[in-house]
């Protein structure tokens, strides 16, 4: 449903918001978060790899100098097409204007994603993390790194604040051992 949404973006020329929906599926994000994120962020921007640096963007951090969390590496599926987007488009102070709200609404017009509200695709993001996880392309060391991408801060592998996000209970249950 998602790459059908971007393919529609991108064919109505709204670059923008397929931009700010790409890195909020491969981040793991709030539109809310992604959509205040300013090019100065983007530490480097090449075809097979982005590096962005959330700063004090992330709900919660706005008292924290630093944490493992505020760097994501960018690889894989749709890392080109973000480049290319972020290249083009040159400077900017925010990824895009349109709020939460407005960006839920966009959602709901659209058949593919009229299910949807803007914090589906970071559901959606962890559950094809737990998906991979849970059939062995991600490792059981790993499990921090999951917590990470969705910017959560624990002192356990997978904290309940980033469980509570999954929507695959099946998933959820192979990598936790529980099924």
């Known amino acids: 449903a998602l790459d059908a949404f971007v393919q529609r973006l ?5 670059f923008d918001t397929a931009l700010a929906v ?3 599926w491969k981040t793991a994000s709030r539109w ?3 959509r205040r994120v300013p090019s100065k962020y983007f530490l480097q921007v090449t075809h097979t790899r982005i590096v962005l640096f959330w700063g004090n963007i992330p709900k919660g951090w706005r008292s924290t100098r630093a944490h493992p969390s505020q760097l994501v590496v960018i690889a894989g599926r749709w890392t080109s097409a973000i480049a290319t987007l972020l290249l083009r488009r040159g400077p900017f102070n925010e990824m895009s204007t ?3 709200t407005q960006f839920t609404g966009l959602l709901r017009r659209h058949p593919e994603t009229s299910r ?3 914090h589906s695709v970071k559901h959606g993001a962890l559950d094809a993390l737990l998906v991979a996880r849970a059939e062995g392309r991600i490792s059981r060391q790993d499990d921090e790194i999951v917590a990470r991408v969705l910017k959560h801060r624990a002192a356990c592998p997978l904290p309940d604040v ?3 996000y999954a929507n695959d209970r099946l998933a959820l249950a192979r990598v936790l051992g529980t099924e």
Do not use: E
Not at 10 to 14: I, K, N, Q, S
């Open 32 to 34: 809310g978060d992604v």
């Open 98 to 100: 349109l709020t939460t």
């Open 116 to 118: 949807f509200r803007a």
């Open 22 to 24: 790409m890195l909020c």
């Open 162 to 164: 980033t469980l509570g």
């Open 10 to 14: 991108l064919r109505a020329r709204d």
